[in-house]
């Protein structure tokens, strides 16, 4: 099974860059990182991905080390709404959707 | 996107019984997928559901405790059987982007309780 390790927990003040880190050190070649996070009793909706540059779009940037062992999701200007469980997983992409959610970080964003 | 429709929203059940839910999609997709999400806990990967062939299923789910169907390309049911405590989770189906591989659209799930 495809293991990441994240922290558990996180806290930023609101307004500050939110950086969530995650250890993917398996990951193969051709794998893509995926970031999801999940909004209390709702579900998890996709943020974003990347192989091997780094990635930006609407909601985050991610930022996947040159050996691809890690990756950072930065959220730029956090806000209250941004708190929520996070996870980084990785798949090829390939499997159709099978993707491996691990335990996440809990992301507090407080005032 | 796809936006995704699960009946019902919450259920309370009793042991022994059977439970299945709907999953709804507004538009047609190659497959989908069932997860459960048990408190506290992070999802887990129960099936692939493709239209026209059975289920694939994931280590440590069976059919006959978790049955799906996939009449067509827009819907789906999982049915929970012979429920017991331990099967009180959320269920969550999810349908894959057509266009971005790996990203996955989710309903808002189905919190069932077994007493």
């Known amino acids: 099974d495809a293991k990441t390790t994240q922290p558990p927990s996180m806290d930023c003040a609101e307004g500050r860059a939110a950086n969530l880190p995650c250890n993917h050190s398996?990951?193969?070649?051709?794998?893509?990182v995926y970031w999801y996070r999940q909004i209390h009793s709702q579900g998890p909706q996709y943020i974003i991905h990347?192989?091997?540059n780094n990635e930006t779009n609407e909601m985050a940037s991610l930022i996947i080390t040159e050996d691809r062992k890690s990756s950072t999701l930065i959220l730029p200007h956090a806000t209250l709404r941004d708190t929520a469980v996070y996870y980084c997983?990785?798949?090829?992409?390939?499997?159709?959707?099978?993707?491996?959610f691990g335990q996440g970080t809990i992301l507090t964003v407080h005032p | 996107s796809a936006v995704i429709s699960q009946k019902p929203s919450r259920d309370i059940c009793q042991r022994g019984t059977s439970l299945t839910i709907q999953c709804q999609v507004d538009?047609?997709?190659?497959?989908m997928f069932w997860y459960r999400q048990q408190p506290g806990q992070s999802l887990t990967l129960i099936a692939t559901?493709?239209?026209?062939?059975?289920?694939?299923?994931e280590s440590g789910f069976v059919i006959d405790k978790f049955p799906i169907s996939r009449p067509n390309l827009t819907f789906s049911t999982l049915t929970v059987s012979n429920m017991s405590p331990e099967d009180s989770s959320i269920y969550l189906c999810?349908?894959?982007?057509?266009?971005?591989?790996?990203?996955?659209?989710f309903g808002e799930g189905s919190r069932l309780t077994v007493l």
């Open positions: 999810s349908v894959e982007d057509q266009t971005v591989i790996g990203e996955l659209f």
């Open positions: 398996t990951i193969s070649g051709n794998e893509y």
């Open positions: 990347g192989l091997k």
């Open positions: 997983m990785f798949s090829t992409g390939t499997s159709y959707g099978k993707l491996t």
């Open positions: 538009s047609q997709v190659t497959m």
């Open positions: 559901a493709n239209q026209g062939s059975e289920a694939t299923y």
